[in-house]
């Protein structure tokens, strides 16, 4: 057995607030936000095969596809259009790739993969990220975020102006940006912590049926906490309201309200630390209303990309094979728990199951 690891390029003009959209089922998924018109995609691909040429007959197969448009850019692993796993197992291989775009930090993103993981930074044009098994992580992100996983982590970090949505079923979700302009929060079992301002005009909510919620506000608030046996604990001098399954706490003027729901968890309110305040200019400028509303200066669909192939194709730019040392057929194996990983994520999708018995089913395989 050996690894071929081939690395593959496109470029493509979609304008300032143009859109791409990513779907996947493994790998590592990253886009970063940067200045200009162009998009640029990295796509690196590591397979596993007996050889050298059974590694770039499964590439063939398993290669991703690129649709460009007229300010839009589509990525698609062919997996995501069979009901099998067939496309990416080929004579014994195994073919991963991690897709990398930098794109103008006003782009409208929406990534999508089943186990795995996304990262994001710089960008405040309108953004959805989901994955089932993958953790989502942020960084320096405004305008609207959507980000769902069911067993994975949210972390949203040194973000701007933000207006997010969240869930998750057994992970946690961790939020720190300079100002919040609404938030809807939830999950089942995971804590979800929140530290920043939020804007007086913003509607805020967190629910969590076994997992605990942290407040850090650098803001007036009204806190209110429905539940079952939770109750409200806060380090910051504030009025308290209530008793035994509905708390509010009231700090400072007591602008917004941030609601919360729970079973058995409870809410903390924490006081503001140095390390807590995002420093001015860590993301980008969200554009004003005026310019986000302006058509999307996107090009045509024919203008020329810096590398000269196909629409449909990237640019190979480098590639490695590394031989390994013969072993027994039963060690050469793929452990069975990817294929049985993939087959729940693929029924999930389908809907043959809910998402609670995909949970299940994907802790059972993963003991």
């Not at 018109?37 to 796509?43: G, I, N, S």
């Not at 596993?48 to 290669?63: I, K, W, Y």
């Amino acid at each position: 057995m050996g690894t071929l690891e081939r690395t593959e390029t496109l470029s493509h003009q979609i304008g300032t607030s143009g859109r791409v959209s990513v779907k996947t089922i493994r790998g590592l998924l990253r886009v970063r936000g940067i200045d200009g018109e162009e998009a640029r995609l990295t796509v690196t691909y590591r397979i596993r095969a007996a050889d050298q040429a059974a590694a770039e007959r499964a590439l063939e197969t398993g290669r991703v596809t690129v649709d460009r448009g007229p300010g839009s850019l589509d990525v698609e692993t062919p997996e995501r259009r069979l009901s099998t796993g067939l496309a990416w197992l080929f004579g014994g291989a195994r073919v991963n790739a991690d897709v990398s775009l930098d794109v103008p930090w006003g782009t409208r993103v929406r990534y999508e993969t089943m186990s795995g993981a996304i990262e994001a930074v710089a960008l405040v044009g309108d953004q959805k990220y989901r994955t089932v098994a993958g953790n989502i992580r942020l960084w320096s992100l405004g305008g609207l975020v959507e980000a769902s996983s069911i067993s994975g982590s949210i972390t949203l970090d040194s973000g701007g102006d933000i207006r997010l949505r969240a869930n998750t079923i057994s992970g946690g979700v961790r939020v720190r940006a300079r100002r919040f302009y609404g938030m809807a929060v939830s999950t089942t079992s995971g804590r979800i912590t929140v530290v920043g301002a939020l804007d007086p005009a913003g509607d805020y909510r967190a629910d969590s049926i076994s997992g605990g919620v942290s407040l850090t506000p650098l803001s007036g608030v009204t806190a209110e906490l429905r539940t079952v046996s939770g109750s409200i604990n806060s380090e910051i001098e504030h009025r308290v309201e209530g008793g035994r399954g509905f708390w509010r706490s009231i700090i400072g003027e007591g602008r917004p309200t941030f609601r919360v729901n729970s079973t058995s968890g409870g809410l903390r309110i924490l006081a503001a630390r140095p390390g807590d305040y995002v420093v001015a200019g860590s993301a980008p400028v969200e554009p004003t209303e005026h310019a986000s509303s302006a058509p999307a200066d996107t090009g045509s669909a024919t203008s020329a990309p810096i590398d000269t192939q196909p629409d449909s194709a990237l640019h190979e730019t480098a590639e490695t094979w590394s031989p390994e040392e013969p072993v027994e057929a039963d060690e050469a194996r793929e452990p069975a728990t990817d294929d049985d990983e993939l087959a729940i994520l693929q029924a999930l999708e389908r809907g043959e199951i809910g998402v609670d018995e995909a949970a299940k089913r994907l802790e059972r395989v993963r003991r």
